[in-house]
């Protein structure tokens, strides 16, 4: 299986550290240790499916090298029980070629914007002129897997030409803010890289001594880069796109590939670090029409499921109904589902009816894993938002408080100060779940309004319900 944060790693020559900044004693490569660990936060939770059906834990932004449930607990009948077909009672021959760990090495109907990045980053390659991108496009039009399929066709070039070249994906939404980013791109080179101890500065003067040592430049994939650019700033893009400015022989600077599905994410940035970022650095990802969907599942269908196990008309079934959101990902989720609906009743191929039953379990936009990542109290403050906004477009920070202290009431959940309710405030508007606005003057002077950007109220509150009662009765246990 292929893992995004091992991609570093594997591309280094040789291990770059002891830079003055570091002591001697990280430098050592492990490589039984998942590189990185920190990058899978929900390993280490208990997995909580809210629909029953599926018992996975893997979100779909975490670029990591979570272990992924084998088949072995999809596997029926024992010694004594003769397997139920010769297919060993299962629809599935390799269920990880339906994670979202797994990055398909071709990607039909993406050739153009590969060969967009390919164009972009020409000087890069041919002159070690750094280069970036802006790659933005709707969930599921598949922004993260190219972006990191370029960049390993990319590094392999480049190598192949004599020039070294690493790169590194930072998803921005589990990676909150400049500190955590840089933390983050750290680790991909050293994973015992501290947490704690390292000012921003200085983790980029580790970042760049590592870079001149190994006179190599890199290519760092900021995705869902909104979630950045509003906690922080553009202050560490503009940084990354001077790094290693004042190096007359082109090494040890940064390339940049920002990702998000805000067409106007960029917006953000200041006019210094936008100057880097010409409008025709856009890479646009338009969502997939039913029949590139098709294309899509199909092709996943004869890597995961064994042959005959899913017809053509069912595959159909799956790319109308993806199609309403040009979602690969929604499709390859309910194709996943399905076939898990198919094992449970021991039949021997996915038929419509399980495409059906998967679909009322399979939440389009990836809200759900969005929500499960969240924390107790950010998805306290959530809910509260969600039940009070039904039937208004916008409602005051002042009535989601008040909602707020009603909810902490029924969860038996502390309820936080104002300034700690502002922060949490502040990081569901850089995660894109809530948007928050400073209102027109209007009669009541200038106020902050919370809308929902996504998703109907009355879905939002019933899908948090469930995790905050799963987290309850786990937690109960
Ligand atoms: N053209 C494609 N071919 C094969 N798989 C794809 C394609 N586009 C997207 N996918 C798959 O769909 C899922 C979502 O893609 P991802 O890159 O995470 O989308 P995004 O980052 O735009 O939300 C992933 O499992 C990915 O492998
Ligand atoms: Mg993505």
Request: neutral net charge.
């Amino acid at each position: 299986m292929d893992s995004g944060c091992a991609e570093v790693a594997r591309h280094r020559p040789e291990f770059p550290l002891d830079s003055p900044e570091v002591p001697d004693d990280r430098g050592k490569v492990h490589p039984d240790r998942p590189e990185f660990p920190e990058e899978c936060p929900e390993s280490k939770q208990e997995a909580h499916a809210i629909t029953g059906i599926r018992e996975r834990v893997s979100p779909p932004e975490v670029e990591s090298s979570c272990a992924y449930p084998s088949q072995e607990g999809f596997k029926r009948g024992g010694r004594d029980m003769p397997p139920m077909s010769l297919k060993g009672g299962t629809v599935f021959k390799d269920q990880g070629k339906l994670s979202f760990d797994y990055l398909p090495e071709k990607m039909p109907h993406r050739e153009k914007q590969m060969q967009r990045l390919f164009q972009l980053f020409r000087p890069l390659l041919e002159a070690n002129i750094p280069s970036n991108a802006f790659v933005y496009g709707s969930v599921g039009t598949g922004k993260t897997h190219l972006s990191r399929r370029f960049c390993m066709e990319l590094t392999k070039k480049a190598q192949e030409g004599g020039r070294a070249l690493d790169h590194v994906l930072v998803n921005c939404r589990q990676r909150m803010g400049d500190d955590a980013v840089m933390l983050a791109i750290l680790k991909s080179y050293d994973e015992r890289f501290p947490d704690r101890g390292f000012s921003i500065s200085e983790k980029l003067n580790v970042l760049r001594t590592w870079l001149e040592k190994r006179q190599t430049n890199i290519v760092i994939v900021l995705d869902e880069v909104d979630a950045l650019l509003k906690k922080s700033g553009s202050n560490l893009i503009y940084t990354f796109s001077r790094f290693g400015e004042e190096h007359a022989g082109g090494r040890g600077h940064i390339s940049l590939i920002l990702i998000s599905q805000k067409t106007d994410a960029l917006e953000y940035l200041d006019k210094a670090a936008l100057s880097t970022f010409r409008r025709t650095s856009a890479v646009e990802f338009g969502k997939y029409t039913r029949d590139e969907l098709k294309d899509i599942i199909q092709i996943r269908a004869e890597l995961a499921l064994h042959p005959g196990c899913v017809g053509g008309d069912v595959l159909d079934l799956i790319s109308d109904i993806a199609s309403e959101f040009g979602d690969a990902r929604y499709a390859i989720e309910i194709l996943w589902n399905a076939g898990l609906l198919a094992d449970e009743e021991s039949s021997e191929e996915i038929a419509a009816e399980h495409v059906r039953g998967a679909k009322a379990a399979v939440h389009p936009t990836g809200m759900e894993d969005r929500l499960k990542a969240l924390d107790k109290p950010k998805a306290i403050v959530l809910l509260a938002i969600a039940r009070k906004i039904r039937r208004k477009a916008y409602i005051t920070t002042g009535a989601a408080e008040e909602a707020y202290s009603l909810v902490c009431e029924e969860y038996g959940e502390r309820q936080r100060g104002h300034t700690q309710y502002w922060k949490y405030l502040g990081d569901l508007d850089a995660l894109g779940l809530i948007d928050a606005k400073i209102s027109e003057k209007g009669v009541v002077g200038k106020t902050t309004l919370i809308s929902l950007p996504e998703i109907p109220a009355k879905t939002l509150e019933g899908m948090l319900v469930e995790i905050l009662g799963t987290k309850k009765s786990k937690t109960a246990k």
